[in-house]
């Protein structure tokens, strides 16, 4: 999916559309739907990218995150509150501070 349809989906989660190139000057608005101004669309594409930048730190954290098998295995070993768990997963979030 283009970044101009996520923006237009984000506004209208029910719009149907066609979009030519990823130009937003080639949106062609399908089966009666409103269609939505240019400012509208690029306002909404920076809003989402804004947002997508922002949980950098998440999209870090998930990939370096041990497994679940691996974190369940950490809580039956040592229990929710044992240290190994819980310093498994600070390190990671230690590392990638919330933005």
Do not use: C
Not at 43 to 68: H, M, T, V, W
């Amino acid at each position: 999916m283009t970044d101009i349809s996520k923006a237009i989906l984000a506004i209208n989660s029910n719009a149907e559309f066609s979009v030519d190139a990823e130009d937003i000057k080639k949106i062609t608005w399908h089966n009666g739907t409103t269609p939505i101004a240019e400012a509208d669309i690029l306002a909404k594409q920076a809003e989402l990218q804004a947002d997508y930048e922002a949980k950098e730190y998440q999209r870090k954290r998930a990939s370096e995150y041990p497994s679940i098998g691996e974190q369940l295995d950490l809580i039956y070993h040592a229990g929710i509150g044992g240290d190994a768990f819980q310093a498994a997963i600070k390190a990671v979030k230690d590392k990638y501070p919330k933005g």
